[in-house]
């Protein structure tokens, strides 16, 4: 009798050792960029923390992976990215035939809005945007400036966390809907916001925002620099500064890292002002709100840059713009 009891009990124990943790596991998650990582965690919700791989560098193409970041990678049951062509970093990982990194690149969501990238510093003409030269296979993928590029991706990663742990599909689903709601209203009150502003023309320093002004419709006529490694000419920068002063170019925007000094030059004696917006919310903490800040800052930058007092100033991108609202009730 005492022996079939201890059996029992053994046996119960056995199967409670193999099926707790296994209910209890939690998704082992990785993303790679800040705006990437604040939409997973959303959508994750209390069921894990979201690892973030670049945490610090201003370029997805310099960032260089430590064997630390590695390891989290291969031993992650998924990672989330935007395209190895921007987070070129992750390249030789999610490429490797023997590591077999699970991995979900958000560019390839479903009804994405892709532009591709605009080769020319100039592409104001009189009649209409100068769309020459571009070569269609070469996307533009900063997708996540447009918040409706950032519901399509809410929705891939929704579905991908769902099929790795269908238990606690309904708190993914529920979390991404409430995302969902919250980024159709930014994007309204915010094309509310910019409204006044759609018809005055900005230069960009760094060409990284055309999705942002494609969702608001604003109107930009030129780069300073298309790429981050290539410094602007003698030439190129007269020719902006003759733009600036024909157009009554009203903004220009420099990104963090950017040269002040050099937009300067492009206002010239114009009334012009300066602002500094982030892409990649450097300065801001990592988290479920990110990206809604993100944006709220873009947005606040811009209207500050054009309605401001006629001066260079420079907005610490680091402090979160007022306008945010409350986090959602994640599960």
Same mark, same amino acid.
């Given at each position: 009798?005492?022996?079939?009891?201890?059996?029992?009990l053994l046996?119960?124990?056995?199967?409670?050792?193999?099926?707790?943790?296994?209910?209890?596991?939690?998704?082992?998650?990785?993303?790679?960029?800040k705006?990437?990582?604040?939409?997973?965690q959303?959508?994750?919700?209390?069921?894990?923390?979201?690892?973030?791989?670049?945490?610090?560098?201003?370029?997805?193409?310099?960032?260089?992976?430590?064997?630390?970041?590695?390891?989290?990678?291969?031993?992650a049951?998924?990672?989330?990215?935007?395209?190895?062509?921007?987070?070129?970093?992750?390249?030789?990982?999610?490429?490797?035939d023997?590591?077999?990194?699970?991995?979900?690149?958000? !560019?390839?969501?479903? @009804?994405?809005?892709?532009?591709?990238? /605009?080769? &020319? +510093?100039?592409?104001?003409?009189?009649?209409? #945007?100068?769309?020459?030269g571009?070569d269609?296979?070469?996307?533009?993928?900063?997708?996540?400036?447009?918040?409706e590029?950032?519901?399509?991706?809410?929705?891939?990663?929704e579905?991908t966390?769902? !099929?790795?742990?269908? @238990?606690?599909?309904?708190?993914?689903? /529920?979390? &991404? +809907?409430?995302?969902?709601?919250?980024?159709? #209203?930014?994007?309204?009150r915010?094309?509310?916001?910019?409204?006044?502003?759609?018809?005055?023309?900005?230069?960009?320093?760094?060409?990284?925002?055309?999705?942002?002004?494609?969702?608001?419709?604003?109107?930009?006529?030129?780069?300073?620099?298309?790429?981050?490694?290539?410094?602007?000419?003698?030439?190129h920068?007269?020719?902006?500064?003759?733009?600036?002063?024909?157009?009554?170019?009203?903004?220009?925007?420099?990104?963090?890292?950017?040269?002040?000094?050099?937009?300067?030059?492009?206002?010239?004696?114009?009334?012009?002002?300066?602002?500094?917006?982030?892409?990649?919310?450097?300065?801001?903490?990592?988290?479920?709100?990110?990206?809604?800040?993100?944006?709220?800052?873009?947005?606040?930058?811009?209207?500050?840059?054009?309605?401001?007092?006629?001066?260079?100033?420079?907005?610490?991108?680091?402090?979160?713009?007022k306008?945010?609202?409350?986090?959602?009730?994640?599960?």
């Amino acid at each position: 009798m005492i022996n079939r009891l201890y059996r029992a009990l053994l046996i119960s124990g056995l199967f409670l050792a193999f099926t707790l943790p296994a209910q209890a596991r939690q998704l082992d998650v990785v993303a790679s960029i800040k705006p990437v990582h604040s939409l997973v965690q959303s959508v994750m919700g209390s069921r894990g923390e979201v690892t973030l791989l670049m945490d610090s560098s201003l370029d997805p193409h310099i960032f260089s992976m430590r064997p630390s970041h590695i390891r989290k990678v291969v031993n992650a049951d998924v990672l989330f990215y935007v395209d190895s062509k921007l987070e070129t970093f992750l390249t030789g990982i999610i490429d490797n035939d023997q590591q077999k990194v699970k991995s979900v690149a958000l !560019a390839k969501a479903r @009804d994405l809005k892709l532009l591709p990238y /605009r080769t &020319s +510093k100039i592409w104001f003409t009189e009649e209409t #945007e100068d769309h020459t030269g571009h070569d269609h296979e070469e996307m533009d993928l900063h997708i996540w400036l447009d918040p409706e590029n950032a519901i399509q991706m809410v929705r891939m990663i929704e579905e991908t966390l769902s !099929a790795l742990d269908p @238990d606690h599909r309904v708190t993914y689903i /529920r979390n &991404s +809907k409430l995302v969902i709601k919250r980024l159709y #209203e930014l994007k309204d009150r915010l094309r509310q916001d910019l409204r006044p502003f759609r018809e005055k023309p900005i230069i960009i320093y760094h060409d990284a925002f055309q999705y942002f002004e494609k969702a608001f419709s604003l109107y930009s006529v030129g780069a300073i620099q298309l790429n981050s490694d290539s410094p602007p000419s003698a030439s190129h920068l007269k020719a902006l500064k003759q733009i600036a002063k024909e157009k009554h170019v009203t903004c220009v925007l420099g990104t963090p890292g950017s040269h002040p000094r050099i937009a300067t030059v492009v206002m010239g004696d114009t009334s012009a002002n300066y602002g500094v917006v982030d892409p990649l919310g450097v300065y801001l903490e990592p988290g479920p709100s990110l990206y809604m800040e993100l944006i709220e800052e873009i947005a606040l930058t811009i209207e500050e840059c054009q309605g401001g007092d006629h001066e260079i100033f420079d907005i610490n991108p680091g402090m979160p713009a007022k306008k945010v609202p409350p986090a959602p009730d994640l599960q």
